[in-house]
């Protein structure tokens, strides 16, 4: 069945690093657009990054931008998120998903298969 697993979520001070990596079983992940989301207590799930199938593509939320960096490994089945400069209001449940668009895309409408999430807190 298809499966998205998170990990390397954590606890880090501010202005410290994280890698999230995400393994994808059960679909053939080369043809998927993937994508990371985030869900901070009390608040709305929110886009933070997506990369198109070949890993040529990557759009990003305003409030990552410069700072985190969507890659994927298609032989290996694995997409990354790498977060620098990390932030105390960074702090959430991070999500990858998995898209059939072409192109990578913001909604979370368009993302068909989700993992569990995998939380990360930034301490001031």
């Known amino acids: 069945q298809v499966q998205l697993v998170e990990s390397g979520g954590g606890l880090v001070q501010a202005g410290g690093s994280l890698r999230l990596s995400c393994a994808a079983s059960g679909f053939t992940f080369s043809s998927f657009t993937m994508g990371w989301f985030r869900q901070a207590p009390g608040k709305e799930r929110e886009f933070v990054a997506a990369i198109s199938r070949g890993g040529r593509y990557t759009i990003y939320a305003d409030s990552v931008k410069g700072r985190f960096t969507i890659f994927r490994d298609n032989a290996k089945n694995l997409v990354y998120l790498q977060m620098n400069s990390l932030k105390p209001e960074d702090t959430a449940v991070y999500y990858c998903?998995?898209?059939?668009?072409?192109?990578?895309?913001?909604?979370?409408?368009?993302?068909?298969?989700w993992g569990q999430g995998t939380q990360v807190t930034v301490s001031s």
């Open positions: 998903a998995a898209s059939g668009r072409i192109s990578p895309t913001y909604s979370s409408d368009n993302y068909l298969y």
